[in-house]
T-cell receptor
Framework: NAGVTQTPKFQVLKTGQSMTLQCAQD?????MYWYRQDPGMGLRLIYY???????DKGEVPNGYNVSRLNKREFSLRLESAAPSQTSVYFC??????????????FGAGTRLSVL | KQEVTQIPAALSVPEGENLVLNCSFT??????LQWFRQDPGKGLTSLLL?????REQTSGRLNASLDKSSGRSTLYIAASQPGDSATYLC?????????FGTGTSLTVIP
């Protein structure tokens, strides 16, 4: 059982380049999330998708777009990468969003450097 | 805006010792609080989830408590082992929004 799979694991971009981070879950979860983790800042929510066909902004959405392609897949796109987007990106999923018993399952992360 | 704080930022203890990690949050209107473990270079693994109506949850050597009115949670680890060395993060949920603390880095010395 793979759980939450993120690709790629590592990426180096030049300022202004674009890229898409992929995330897929095989647990039939309804809700999916994208976070970034920076030293001293903790994890911050970028975007989430409460259910297939819906997406909403989190705490730090500027510079990012997302697509909930189907129930399994949730992608994060950087249209014009900036050095401030250097970070570790995590995708997570949960069975139901907005519920009291809402355990999140995380992928292994994508380490992105923007030069 | 919800603020989540974890103290201390780092902790080093000898093997076998019992220890407590602390988490505080500013807004008591939460759905739940979760404790996660993160190993270096890895993703997060959920350890315990406490719903807002609950006071504590236990799993093996771990016990988490929640005092929603005071905005505090503790994670108690009994009889610590070197394999417990990791970063422990707490997170509160206000529905679909999750707010994380910056974590406590725990080292258990053999």
């Amino acid at each position: 059982n793979a759980g939450v799979t993120q690709t790629p694991k590592f990426q180096v971009l030049k300022t202004g380049q674009s890229m898409t981070l992929q995330c897929a879950q095989d647990m039939n979860h309804n809700s999916m999330y994208w976070y970034r983790q920076d030293p001293g800042m903790g994890l911050r929510l970028i975007y989430y998708s409460a259910s297939e066909g819906t997406t909403d902004k989190g705490e730090v959405p500027n510079g990012y777009n997302v697509s909930r392609l189907n129930k399994r897949e949730f992608s994060l796109r950087l249209e014009s990468a900036a050095p401030s987007q250097t970070s570790v990106y995590f995708c997570a999923s949960s069975e139901l969003g907005g519920q009291a018993k809402n355990i999140q399952y995380f992928g292994a992360g994508t380490r992105l450097s923007v030069l | 805006k919800q603020e989540v704080t974890q103290i201390p930022a780092a902790l080093s203890v000898p093997e076998g010792e019992n220890l407590v990690l602390n988490c505080s949050f500013t807004d008591s209107a939460i759905y739940n609080l979760q404790w996660f473990r993160q190993d270096p270079g890895k993703g997060l693994t959920s350890l315990l989830l406490i719903q807002s109506s609950q006071r504590e949850q236990t799993s093996g050597r771990l016990n988490a408590s929640l005092d929603k009115s005071s905005g505090r949670s503790t994670l108690y680890i009994a009889a610590s082992q070197p394999g417990d060395s990791a970063t422990y993060l707490c997170a509160v949920s206000t529905g679909n929004q999750f707010y994380f603390g910056t974590g406590t880095s725990l080292t258990v010395i053999p």
